[in-house]
Structures are given as C-alpha cells and as structure tokens.
C-alpha cells in the first residue's frame, strides 16, 4: 500500500462522516500538534535507557504504535488537503540536506543547524 | 518509492554523518514537535479562508512542502529507529476508527473525541 | 500570591514526592509539548467563532482552565529549575519587541516575523 | 510586578499596533506550539546531563530566556484573552494534585498519570 493510497482511505473515512468541513489546514495543523503531544506524553518521563527500548515493552508498544499512526495519519491528511506530494518533498528536503551537511560533518553541525 | 525507502535513505543520512547517537527516541520526538511548531508558524496568523489557500501562494508554498516534509522526516526516522512499521500502524489504526465511528456520525462525533 | 509562589509551592509538591530526578530540563519541556497539545485539542474543531466564546461555555471554561494551569505549571517548573526568572525574561523580551514593532506597525508586520 | 502587569503591558502592546484581531484563541494556541517547538529545538540534540547545565553555558542562556519569555508572553496574552485567571487556575490545579498525589508517592505514579 503506497501513501497515496493511505491518502485515499482517509479521504473516504472522513467524506463518508461529513468532516471535510472540519478538516482545514489550520484545524489539521492542530490535530498534528494535539497528536504529537500524545506520542510525546509517552517519552517524557522515560530515562534515556528505558526511552531506547520503549518499543520492547508489550504494555508500551501498542500505545506508540497508536501515536505514531495518529501522527501520521493527520499529517497524509494535511498534505492532502493542501494538494502537496509528502514523497517527493521529503526526497527534495535530503536532497537539499545532502548539500547543507556533507557526509561526516558529525554531531556539532547538527546542534547548530 | 516507498515509505521504506525514505527510511533507508535517512538512516544511511544519518549514518554518514555519526548523527546515529543523537537519534534516540526521546531526541526525535523533540525534533518531530520543533517541526510540527515551524509548520504551525507558517499558519498561525492567517484567517481560516487564507489558511484553504495558502498552497496557491508561490512565496508560502515550498516554506509549507519544507515544514511538511521535515515532520514527515522525522516521523519516519523516529518510527525506523523504534522498529514500527508506520504504514502497518496507520492502516490498524483506521481499522479501528471505523468501528469506533460509523459513517455517517457526523462532526458533533469528532468534537467529543 | 506572585510568581515566586507558584515556583516554591510546585517545588515542595514535587520534592515531597520524590520527582525532582523526573524533572529535568529534557523531561519538562517534553511536560510542556505534552499539555500545549492537550489544550490544543480543545480549540482544534471549533470554527474561530466559536473558538471567541469557548471561554463561555459552563462544559468547555473548566477543561481550558485546567489546561491553561498544566501548561502554566510546568512552565514555572522548567524556569525553577533552569534558574530563569519568568517576569524579568518576559520584560526584558517585551522591550526588544517594543523596537522590532513601532507602534502602528499592523499585522502585516506581526505576519512576517 | 504582578501577572496582571504583564497581561496588561501586552494588551496595551497588541492594541498599539492593531494585532488583537489576530490575538483570536485559535491563533494565541497556534503561537503557543510555534514558541513550544523553538524552545524545544534548544534542547532536542543535548545529553541529559548538557541539558541540566544548559542554562550555565553563556551563549545558550540567554537563547532559553528569550523562547521561555515567548511561551510565557503567549500564554498570558491567551488566559487574558479568554478571561482566565491564571494563578487560580494553577493554584486550584495544585490543590487537586495534592489529592490525586499523595505525598510520598514516587515516580510511578507520574508515569502511569
């Protein structure tokens, strides 16, 4: 199944409940941060250690499962909505990345970025 | 290409530049909410008619593929790095959403999630 | 009851509990993305009308409130334990806004920023 | 200087340049995630143990001052915005938290919260 055919599956989930009009980009960019604070709630008061294995804890795991696909799936809609490719604006941004961070630049360019 | 791919093509990114030990969890769900916050600023003043059309601005345009893309990114990073597979995730995800609300419920539905 | 206050009483409630070693820097601005996006789900499918009055309805005000205070609590923390003085931080940046912005400026302004 | 001298130098500052038809509830939330993600973007790539001395280091600390006087300034603007009191509303949230946290209890019961 490619993203387009997420995109798809979404799009007929949200025609078939009548929430076109509620899924604008102002209140989806929104949706995305209600969702996020939700993945986030999951990590934040795990050491770094326990935070490495999160996804090898059987209570722990369906639940960032869940969160991960909240995540994602408000962002498909979003770029939906929008009219915008999220494949190929991913591959133009590493593309993009690849020139501003040559290979073995190391961890210090990343802080600065 | 696939979700795959991207995840491939990220980690060797970041593998050619030692940025593995800065990928944790807890580091890239951090990242995840910094571009979810870049994405809103691109959104936050305009009124909800300007925000429908804000991917026909040709200034505003490749700034939203930019954040989109970098959320994206990072989401895919964040669940390659925790071994879930996010497409498998979306799909169960819906799965259960369309149990939880049938078609036709309408947005009263969405507001009480 | 002044800042100050806030900061002392949320300090003893947290080391009557034994959390101190849970509220490090990563740990709460974490806290804080976590409780923005809860208070975000409150106004994420309101229309911007009803979004003015949400403050007036008996059901909605209590959830705010308390989402305004989870958000306003973890913040006070997080400066508690940075050592960052909250009110003169928040002067001191109202003054450098005071050049960046003349008065008059308008929202085309606040919109670039 | 009190909470309400801040809320009314930032009124007082939105009314100068015409920004209160932007200052809505929905567009205060948005701006609150924005500063969220730039003060959350200082502490992503940061070990535990640089994150705790982070305030220490004199070319980051004056950073953290400015995105926590950001997050601080919205919130205010927004609290004032729907009329909430913010300091009873984070008392009264404290007081509940006394008896849903008895002291004594230890860092399981946050986790599981």
Avoid: C, S
């Amino acid at each position: 199944m490619t993203l387009d055919d997420l995109a798809a599956r979404q799009r007929a989930f949200a025609e078939a409940r009548d929430w076109g009009p509620f899924h604008t980009p102002k209140n989806l960019v929104m949706a995305l941060t209600g969702e996020v604070g939700e993945l986030t709630e999951l990590f934040q008061w795990l050491t770094a250690t326990e935070a490495a294995r999160a996804a090898d804890d059987p209570a722990l795991r369906p639940k960032i499962e869940d969160e991960l696909a909240d995540v994602f799936l408000y962002l498909i809609r979003l770029a939906d909505v929008l009219g915008v490719d999220l494949v190929a604006a991913a591959n133009a941004k590493i593309d993009r990345n690849e020139h501003r961070f040559p290979p073995g630049v190391g961890g210090a360019a990343l802080r600065k970025d």
